[in-house]
């Protein structure tokens, strides 16, 4: 039985443009360059939460002049 409780580890392509406000396009352009770790399961692409959330504090860090977020 399902536990609505457990949060997703992997997000679809939708859900990652969703989630994260990065545009499909430029997602995928990060996925193609190797910025973005994905996996793949069959067929379909999946991005880790943990690495979205990592691709996003490394680019804030970034932006704020290599200071920790």
């Given at each position: ?16 443009v969703?989630a ?13 360059s ?9 067929r ?25 977020a």
């Open positions: 039985m399902f536990d609505a409780r457990i949060s997703k580890i992997n997000l679809s392509v939708p859900e990652a969703s994260s406000g990065i545009g499909r396009t430029t997602l995928f352009s990060l996925i193609k190797g910025e973005l770790e994905t996996i793949k399961i069959g379909r692409r999946y991005i880790p939460v943990g690495a979205l959330n990592d691709y996003l504090d490394q680019l804030r860090a970034q932006q704020n002049g290599g200071a920790a």
